[in-house]
DNA sequence: ATAATGATGTAATTTTGTAACATTCCGGTA
DNA sequence: TACCGGAATGTTACAAAATTACATCATTAT
């Protein structure tokens, strides 16, 4: 029904496209103001396929025909969001470049969303709810990703803690046991101490989980691989995207172990909201 | 060009308009929804008139014809609550929580990107790019916030660090000093350790900056506050999107903290790169 | 090399919107 | 009251657009 993203939908969609398909999202994307106002016969010429395809091309998003896609994508323009991702200038101003920056995670995410590796969740919330013991491994930026899911796992009856430190990684990855899970966290999969501490893990006999990129050395090292794709990040001072959706994929493993738990959770968690509470001053609205 | 105001525009010309034309309005408002998906012949149809009524109607409101009504009326509809929030249910499984996660992810993310604290950014990232030393202060999930920032900031030739232990917190606190940014991150904002910390920090002459709810006690202790709305998060079981709001305007900071300081930075977050290739294994494709 | 599958285009059909024209309705005047 | 002028609405016919069904072409596997 809600289809604010849908340019972001499309341009995710776009490798996937057929030949002719992927002519008219490139139209679109290029001008979808101009789209939103012309006949599929126009559009049709100016992406040089026919009009069935562009039909198609229509239904294939959800649409029930071309007017009905129209419609959407009129829509989907009024909200502030911009699809492409559109890189920081060294001359923008404040005006621009926050914008910039929520936009192109949002654009991050509904990719991402697209291609959710569901089956690999599945099989890591599986472990996680069994692990006597929870240790999540990152360095760098994926350091701060392993710090919050720390935080969230912390919630669930289970013993959990977060290494930055190389020595203590090592030094960890050899206690492992057959009740552990050990959690790796990097964007390249190629992290020589990561790699290597999953290696040691691994051969302890506890469960390896990673969260990173297709393929890589670490993913070779685990028993599950949560894959995202590696995007690039060519400008220097353009901050990566990719933790943010690596956050959100640690919320999605604590709702799935949620969910595994049941209700009978919930008291639980009722209570560790509550001990919070006097570590807080009292709401303005109180 | 943008209307916003159709539906109002409409109801208020009502008893200017002509008998038929009248109907018409009247039928629209009723239920613009569906008027967006219906045909002019359907539309006449449900308004007893003829279909060159309800065109001629199109026009009078600045329409260069009925589609092209639709679509403004289509435009107009979307604003105001458009995004919602789907809570995830006990009963959901793999192939949908995911999903739900993401969606309210990239809602909490456009909703903040239209409310964007513009001047409040802009002052702290002139704060940010003069300090000589920097200190991210954060409890909880925001712990992992702060630690983000650390390693942001940390690429900028600036002593940098991060506290998560209320003791340590108190200690750095007064040991601030005029040339010290003190950058304190909190939900709420009523959390009495950062609220007292930033109290004294700010008794040293350091600089106060905090990312935090409006009004909240932390905000009123800061020299500068990036505010963030409190949204609810009433589930127990639904993890908070906040956090990567706060991790984007993160991005904010030191992507404008950079274009401060201009191309010269450039060099030195390539070697900083650099640095980095022999933690590395190389590449599937090198 | 060829059959089978899927992608794309062509042509015919149906639906939709618009313009030109016809009719009706209403207020004013003899 | 009858008649006229002009505006408002409807009817009809046409043009444009969209969709379906079908044909052709390309691609892959055998």
New binding site residues.
């Given amino acids: 029904m809600d289809d604010s993203t849908l340019l972001s939908t499309i341009s995710a969609a776009l490798p996937k496209l057929?030949?002719?398909?992927a002519k008219v999202a490139k139209v679109i994307l290029e001008d979808p103001d101009t789209a939103t106002r012309s006949?599929?016969?126009?559009l049709a010429a100016a992406a040089?396929?026919?009009?069935?395809?562009v039909?198609?091309f229509?239904k294939r998003f959800g649409a029930?025909?071309?007017?009905?896609f129209?419609l959407r994508l009129a829509k989907s323009l009024v909200s502030g969001v911009r699809y492409m991702s559109r890189a920081v200038e060294m001359s923008d101003d404040v005006e621009t470049y926050p914008g910039k920056l929520f936009d192109n995670t949002v654009n991050a995410l509904v990719q991402a969303r697209e291609t959710l590796p569901t089956s690999a969740i599945a099989e890591a919330v599986d472990y996680l709810a069994q692990a006597k013991r929870l240790l999540f491994f990152g360095l760098g930026t994926s350091a701060a990703v392993a710090k919050d899911a720390e935080h969230k796992f912390f919630r669930f009856n289970v013993p959990v803690s977060t290494y930055e430190d190389p020595l203590m990684m090592r030094m960890m990855a050899t206690s492992g046991g057959v009740a552990d899970v050990f959690f790796f966290i990097s964007h390249t999969g190629r992290t020589k101490v990561l790699v290597e501490a999953a290696a040691m893990a691994r051969e302890t006999g506890a469960i390896v989980i990673s969260l990173t990129s297709a393929n890589s050395a670490l993913a070779k090292q685990s028993h599950c691989t949560i894959e995202l794709a590696e995007s690039e990040n060519t400008e220097e001072y353009l901050p990566m995207t990719s933790r943010i959706v690596q956050l959100v994929i640690i919320d999605t493993l604590t709702t799935g172990v949620t969910l595994k738990h049941g209700e009978k959770l919930l008291p639980h968690l009722a209570r560790i909201k509550e001990s919070l509470q006097d570590t807080r001053f009292p709401s303005e609205e109180e």
Same sequence: chains 1, 2.
């Fill in positions: 057929k030949k002719s398909e006949s599929i016969a126009v040089g396929v026919s009009e069935p395809s039909n198609r229509c029930g025909g071309f007017p009905d129209k």
